[in-house]
């Protein structure tokens, strides 16, 4: 292996340069007021303050009630696709699979702009439900939408790595809990289940890390007036042009989702 | 006499298109150890399988006590398996993985506790109860494996070559403790092996398999002495077989010369074959013996030499203790009990 360690430095300064540097410098933007010139800078907790107002805290209540949702959907909408996925012959598991993370292979942008056009007033949907006689239902711009484009857009996300614990899962331990006496739904809650909790708990942590930081899609579908917490971060950055307010929300957005992972492998490790 | 407790009844599977068993008929005892025994792809697997439940017959019966059991799942039957590569549960403990069957049965704690302690001295890891399965050895995993089944009381044990994956030495061992354990517990023990010596040490009956069929069904004596045909002994220990005419009850003919043996019951001038075991020819002078021979080679075993002795009509393979040198003119001595004749491949 030690042959190889000057291979590293590449990545190194990579790294350095692509991620630690730019996190430094959005530390450094939280805890500075605005307008400092590089060399005079001044120090502040104000950034911090001014989140703790309501408008805020809201905003990252919402968040994470949506995140919470969208990962909750597709935990129980994923969970089983992907078992039935590990289930199949070998030959179908790969298309399956194929089929699940092809939507991926297509712009982010062009999959919600499809939606936007499925889900408008008289976007497909309700003209399909006008013909039935049905009076058009409003969906762009609702939670609805918001949560049914973070769904579609994260699901593989969710799907693969269940599918990944579950398939390498050696199916004797699964006749052996047959064998010892527990039915199908208890060898499903005693050994399958157990034992797939690693890829859940990397399914979970990636669709709600990716939820809750989003921005693009709750734009889209939710509008304008739809505030999350990346959107929010977005808006300080770009229009509002406040970068030292947006970068301690970063922090704080950070600091949470670091937290959070820390439980979700402690969760993890537990089940061991 | 002993019951009956399984009834394998012209058992047949097909995966696909090929059929693994043709139409095995095996009945199985009480307390008997008993090993399906054949090269892999035989079908004792799937034998075993299907009494288990993981397999549904293509066709036939399994009876237990009885009663026709090859449509009712495995957590149904009062069998229970110890796996090829053990299966234990990685998320629990040696004690929890033993208790699985008894926690879902909702005994009591305690009563639990108990017999898993019980059955850890039975196996001989007692104190190990916190341990992590996936740190232990695979002798240990085995014992846990076997205490796993066992805590359960079954009527009837099934191992599917459970210590194929352990050295030459452990192996030896646990195949005595396993014999031991069975005579502990007195239930049924069926056993799947490819390794003849396993099978000839530890049962009490043994089920020679080939091809999806039954070859022989017997003791272990009888298997090796009297083997039915040339599959069961080429792989039962090593043999010389020899192509020959049964002239009538007790004389048979191989090689131009007529034997005295012990085998009757055969049509007269029947077309046979003859096992001829390599310990049971002794070497003599020439003059002594109705086959002679140069000794070809020899190769020190151990404890025999094997020997090499071209006849006239083939080489004969010798296990002896004394030693010839190559080129020696010898002859082959054989008693009346050494010749074992059995019906040719496919007449029977």
């Given amino acids: 292996m030690k042959q190889y360690k000057h291979l590293l430095k590449p990545y190194i300064i990579w790294a350095a340069v692509l991620i630690v540097i730019p996190l430094i410098l959005i530390a450094l933007y939280a805890f500075t007021e605005e307008g400092n010139e590089v060399l005079t800078l001044s120090f502040t907790f104000d950034n911090f303050r001014k989140f703790a107002e309501a408008t805020y805290v809201n905003v990252i209540l919402k968040s994470f009630r949506l995140g919470l949702v969208t990962t909750v959907i597709c935990l129980a909408a994923g969970y089983p696709l992907a078992f039935i996925i590990s289930r199949s012959p070998e030959r179908v598991q790969g298309l399956l699979i194929l089929l699940v993370t092809i939507p991926e292979w297509i712009n982010m942008l062009l999959r919600t702009y499809a939606w936007m056009n499925l889900l408008s007033d008289n976007g497909i949907i309700n003209q399909l439900l006008g013909l039935l006689g049905i009076d058009p239902v409003t969906m762009m711009y609702t939670d609805f939408s918001v949560i049914l484009g973070l769904v579609c857009n994260f699901m593989p996300f969710m799907v693969i790595p269940i599918y990944t614990s579950l398939s390498k899962m050696d199916h004797s331990l699964i006749e052996a809990a047959y064998d010892l006496g527990a039915n199908r739904f208890q060898t499903f809650w005693k050994v399958i289940w157990k034992l797939s909790m690693p890829g859940v708990v990397n399914g979970i942590m990636m669709v709600f890390l990716l939820s809750i930081s989003t921005f693009v899609i709750p734009k889209l579908l939710g509008g304008g007036q739809y505030m999350l917490i990346g959107n929010l971060i977005e808006s300080q950055f770009i229009s509002v042009g406040d970068w030292n307010f947006g970068a301690a929300i970063s922090l704080i957005l950070a600091v949470i989702i670091l937290i959070f992972m820390h439980f979700m492998k402690k969760m993890d490790s537990q089940d061991d | ?348």
């Fill in chain 2, 1 to 348: 006499m002993k019951n009956k407790l399984i009834e394998l009844v012209d058992l047949t599977k097909n995966f696909d298109d090929q059929q693994v068993l043709r139409g095995i008929n095996l009945d199985i005892y009480e307390n008997e150890f008993l090993t399906l025994l054949g090269p892999s792809g035989c079908g004792k697997t799937t034998t075993l399988r299907i009494i288990a439940g993981f397999e549904e017959p293509s066709s036939g019966q399994v009876l237990f006590n009885g009663i026709e059991i090859s449509k009712l799942p495995p957590y149904k039957r009062e069998v229970n398996t110890v796996f090829q590569k053990y299966a234990l549960f990685p998320h629990l403990n040696v004690a929890e993985n033993i208790a699985f069957g008894l926690n879902l049965k909702k005994m009591d704690k305690s009563v639990i506790a108990q017999k898993v302690e019980r059955m850890l001295k039975m196996v001989g890891l007692s104190g190990f109860e916190n341990r992590d399965v996936t740190l232990l050895s695979g002798g240990q995993q085995q014992r846990v494996a076997i205490a796993r089944a066992l805590v359960n009381e079954p009527k009837v044990l099934l191992l599917d070559e459970p210590l194929g994956a352990l050295d030459a030495k452990i192996r030896k061992a646990m195949q005595v403790e396993l014999k031991k354990i069975q005579r502990e517990v007195g239930i049924t023990f069926i056993y799947v092996t490819h390794d003849q010596e396993e099978a000839l040490s530890m049962s009490d009956t043994v089920v020679v398999m080939n091809n999806g069929e039954i070859q022989q069904i017997g003791t272990p004596t009888d298997i090796y002495n009297e083997p039915e045909n040339r599959f069961v002994a080429s792989f039962i220990g090593e043999s010389n077989i020899i192509e020959g005419t049964m002239i009538k009850d007790f004389l048979v003919e191989f090689d131009g010369n007529r034997f005295e043996c012990v085998d009757k019951g055969f049509p007269e001038n029947e077309p046979i074959e003859v096992v001829l075991r390599p310990e049971d020819l002794d070497i003599v002078s020439p003059e002594e013996a109705k086959i002679t021979g140069t000794v070809r080679n020899i190769t020190f075993k151990g404890v025999h030499y094997e020997i090499l002795i071209e006849t006239e009509n083939r080489t004969y393979t010798v296990h002896t203790t004394d030693y010839a040198e190559v080129g020696r003119k010898v002859g082959l001595k054989l008693g009346p009990e050494d010749i074992h004749v059995m019906w040719k491949m496919g007449t029977y």
